[in-house]
């Protein structure tokens, strides 16, 4: 059947290591069938923020399918990302309403001031940032959804601010830490 | 109970508990709060207020209720509460915030002297001494139907929506049986408010008669039309109706599976609709005899992974199946061979919302409302720049300008009225000269827009026609699953032709090869997302040529929108001398002082993100927009020499 990519396990991080160990051991007790497809992607996502490479051939192994059907599947969908998500995940909503308040604008001030473009994580995997269709608060346009935190009403200005305030937190969090150890 | 009672003495036995519930909590002995706690309330910061009201009922040591209930549909005025004062009417109270939560306790729930005039809407019922609800427009023209209850109970309840009648539908269907139902759905004339307006006692019918067996119903909650959300409210605000109505569609084609599609960026809807499906099973309303009747019924929710085009039936049934959302070849019809070759019944949340309501009050109380066409109401998300956007519903028949004008309170901040785009990106902009179009699904479709799914986007005269036309065939061109060579390559370039117009950089055939494009890709796309992909563009190059040949004629955006067509200077003569306003907010530091200690915008830096405009503070309003950006004019600006920039410091 299909077997995974002869690939060099060094070239993968720890991280992505994990999550590959993790997929397979979740997979036996997943239920079978090609019907099952997109509940097994969701399911990964779910747990583990994103769909690792390797977990594709993963899932086409358990069900038996080719890895490419299980490829043009998961990228059909917008729902699934195949890069791990930072910790911040931001989504900026690029509905009808929030288009027209100027979303294209709040997107490129978060690009800017984190340094990505759209789809991408920063190094540090703090921030992610991506566009979605449309998260259904119309009436509060333009809407950007913060990890599960929905900011409504939002202006460049308010960019910096759901940055800084993100940051100030991280920091604090550092020093306390900091202050439990010594 | 004996085992020969009919369902609806079953239900009747179920509902007095629920009434007594009830009942305590509408002759209240303690003050209750109802706090709309749906996506959008969350949004506005529901969450805040609750947690603020815990805590300032536990400081003061005061008994009240909490209900969470769903939402009203009054987005503007979110976060939405209703306080219950044993003595008083319900008052509904608007943007409550955490700060006005505290301040409501402090004042009115501590002994009921105050019930805080300041932040008072209305009252729900009338009496002598509140305004009520019925004296604002937005209130009376609507006419409830399908949203009658939602934001007034609590969606986790299965008795709330027992004690306003719920299940009375599917008790009557159970004992009229199969033949019954459909016959009252056809009398009723209900048509699908998925978008189509096909009527739905013939598809019905269809699969009843359709012989293979078992067969299958499927709720459509794949609302993935941006700015439309009203599938998403009645999922969260009272989920039983939904399931209620997919139960007696079960019923009436002989159904043993039924599959609620939720897009998976709906969380909380699928959460609600999850715990609605359990407390059902509990109490008898699923599962293997539903009230006692014989009849028996599983249902499962599938997430569905975020694909426009699965709002297409065909592809919707693909996606259960595992495979890439794309649409198929019809006939045979899902009503014959649909879900793994099973007859299939596809029905929106709206379409089936409305059935156990009819199924209730009967066909000729339904043919009452709206227009003998289409009879009942019709729900639109109406946002934008209206005054008090969110969700409306209406009778069909009614006209746009009505639902705009008296309805949403008309165009915020007394700005002109533009277009309103209707029904996402299937549907048109249609100017003021169309207001007087009736709402109904023939009478939108011949002014070249569509009802789709019930999404309304006003527009102020700010918005460019031809941005909104290219944002619309941006979202079509992404979402094309690429079968139909028309849709996948004609929308690509439909939308080259159209960013080029909105760079400045179109000519005037460009104008006649998006028509021409259009309609090919019409007639060459097998489903209605690539047949009516075109449509924002033929609309608005129908009814606002203007814009567009300013466009490209004179490179100018009259709107002011387009970012390649415009820039910003800011005014001399208007700029206040040492004020940094402006300067503070830039977000690329394209703002610098002038010799003459005033600012102004480096353009080569800045992005036009506009941000400049609301931090200079009104007295001054110095910043201005034109186009094409040539039309800057020369100022004399010299920056500041750098010397005198260090002495300042």
């Given at each position: 059947m299909t077997d995974l990519p002869?690939?060099?396990?060094?070239?993968?991080d720890p991280e992505e290591q994990r999550v590959l160990a993790a997929i397979e051991a979740e997979l036996p007790s997943m239920p079978a069938g090609a019907q099952n497809l997109i509940p097994i992607l969701q399911r990964i996502q779910q747990t583990h923020g994103y769909l690792p490479r390797g977990g594709i051939y993963l899932v086409a192994r358990h069900l038996g399918l080719a890895p490419s059907k299980v490829f043009g599947v998961a990228t059909f969908?917008?729902?699934?990302?195949f890069n791990p998500p930072g910790r911040h995940p931001i989504k900026v909503c690029l509905g009808t309403a929030c288009h027209v308040k100027g979303g294209e604008i709040i997107l490129e001030n978060f690009a800017r001031r984190l340094g990505i473009e759209e789809g991408e994580t920063t190094k540090d995997r703090e921030y992610s940032l991506e566009r979605v269709a449309?998260?259904?608060c119309c009436a509060l346009a333009p809407v950007v959804v913060v990890g599960e935190k929905i900011e409504s009403y939002v202006t460049p200005s308010k960019v910096e601010g759901i940055i800084t305030e993100i940051e100030v937190r991280r920091e604090m969090a550092a020093r306390e830490e900091e202050r439990n150890e010594s | 109970m004996s085992p020969e009672s009919t369902p609806s003495q079953r239900l009747a036995d179920m509902r007095q508990a629920a009434e007594e519930q009830w009942r305590e909590l509408h002759e209240p002995e303690i003050p209750v709060i109802y706090v709309g706690n749906a996506t959008c309330g969350r949004a506005a910061g529901s969450q805040e207020t609750i947690a603020s009201f815990e805590e300032s009922l536990a400081e003061k040591g005061l008994e009240a209720r909490l209900v969470k209930v769903g939402c009203l549909g009054h987005c503007y005025a979110e976060p939405l509460v209703i306080i219950h004062y044993p003595?008083?009417?319900?008052l509904m109270y608007q943007k409550v915030g955490a700060g006005e939560a505290r301040v409501l306790v402090n004042s009115?729930?501590?002994?009921?002297?105050?019930?805080c005039f300041e932040y008072l809407f209305g009252a729900l019922e009338p009496n002598d001494t509140f305004p009520t609800l019925m004296d604002y427009p937005r209130y009376l023209f609507e006419k409830r139907v399908?949203?009658?209850?939602c934001g007034l109970?609590?969606?986790?309840?299965l008795d709330h929506y027992l004690a306003v009648g719920g299940y009375q539908g599917l008790a009557k269907a159970l004992e009229a049986g199969s033949r019954r139902v459909v016959q009252e759905i056809k009398d009723a004339h209900l048509r699908g408010r998925?978008?189509?307006?096909?009527?739905t006692g013939i598809k019905w019918e269809i699969a009843a008669n359709?012989?293979?067996?078992p067969k299958v119903v499927i709720c459509n909650g794949?609302?993935?039309?941006?700015?439309?959300?009203m599938d998403r409210t009645l999922m969260e605000s009272n989920p039983h109706q939904v399931l209620e109505g997919l139960i007696i569609a079960a019923l009436a084609i002989g159904a043993s599976r039924a599959l609620l599609y939720i897009r998976a960026e709906y969380p909380l809807a699928v959460e609600t609709i999850q715990q609605a499906i359990d407390a059902a099973r509990e109490r008898g309303l699923?599962?293997?005899?539903i009230l006692g009747s014989g009849f028996g019924l599983e249902v499962e929710v599938f997430q569905g992974s975020?694909?426009?085009?699965?709002?297409e039936e065909t592809a919707l049934i693909q996606s259960i199946q595992g495979n890439r959302g794309m649409p198929q070849y019809r006939p045979p019809y899902p009503a014959v061979?649909?879900?793994?070759?099973l007859p299939t019944v596809i029905n929106n949340v709206k379409t089936l919302s409305t059935v156990p309501v009819i199924m209730r009050r009967g066909s000729n109380w339904f043919k009452?409302?709206?227009?003998?066409n289409t009879p009942g109401t019709a729900i639109f998300s109406v946002v934008g720049d209206v005054e008090y956007p969110g969700l409306v519903e209406v009778p069909m028949g009614v006209t746009l300008e009505h639902l705009i004008t008296e309805v949403c309170g008309g165009i915020k901040d007394g700005k002109p009225f533009k277009a309103v785009q209707i029904g996402g990106p299937s549907g048109g902009c249609l100017p003021?000269?169309?207001?007087?179009t009736p709402i109904d699904f023939d009478s939108l479709r011949q002014a070249g827009a569509m009802m789709g799914s019930g999404g309304m986007v006003v527009m102020n005269d700010e918005a460019c026609m031809v941005e909104v036309a290219r944002y619309f065939v941006d979202f079509t061109q992404n979402e094309?699953?690429?079968?139909c060579t028309f849709c996948r390559v004609g929308t690509r370039h439909l939308l080259a032709i159209l960013q080029e117009i909105t760079k400045g950089?179109?000519?005037?055939?460009d104008l006649e090869e998006l028509q021409v494009l259009s309609e090919s890709i019409i007639q060459g796309s097998l489903c209605s997302l690539g047949k009516t992909a075109p449509n924002p563009v033929l609309t608005t190059l129908r009814f606002f040529r203007d814009e567009y040949l300013a466009h490209v004629?004179?490179?100018?955006?009259p709107a002011l929108m387009c970012r390649e067509l415009i820039a910003y200077y800011i005014d001399l003569e208007a700029c206040a001398r040492g004020c940094d306003a402006c300067v503070a907010c830039c977000p690329t530091e394209a703002i610098f002082t002038t010799s003459n200690r005033k600012k102004a915008i480096d353009q080569e830096k800045c992005?036009?993100?506009?941000e400049c405009v609301y931090a200079c503070p009104p007295e001054y309003d110095a910043v201005r927009k034109v186009s094409p950006?040539?039309?800057?004019?020369?100022?004399g600006i010299e920056p500041l020499a750098e010397t005198e920039e260090e002495d300042e410091k």
């Open positions: 002869a690939t060099n396990s060094d070239e993968l969908y917008n729902q699934f990302r449309c998260v259904g | 003595g008083y009417p319900p009115f729930l501590k002994d009921g002297s105050d019930p399908i949203m009658e209850h109970i609590d969606p986790a309840s998925g978008g189509a307006g096909f009527p359709a012989s293979r067996h794949d609302e993935g039309d941006p700015g439309a959300y699923l599962g293997a005899d975020g694909a426009f085009v699965c709002g061979a649909g879900l793994d070759g009452q409302i709206g227009t003998e003021a000269s169309e207001l007087r094309s699953c690429g079968k950089e179109g000519s005037e055939e004629r004179e490179k100018r955006c992005v036009k993100c506009g950006p040539e039309m800057i004019p020369d100022q």
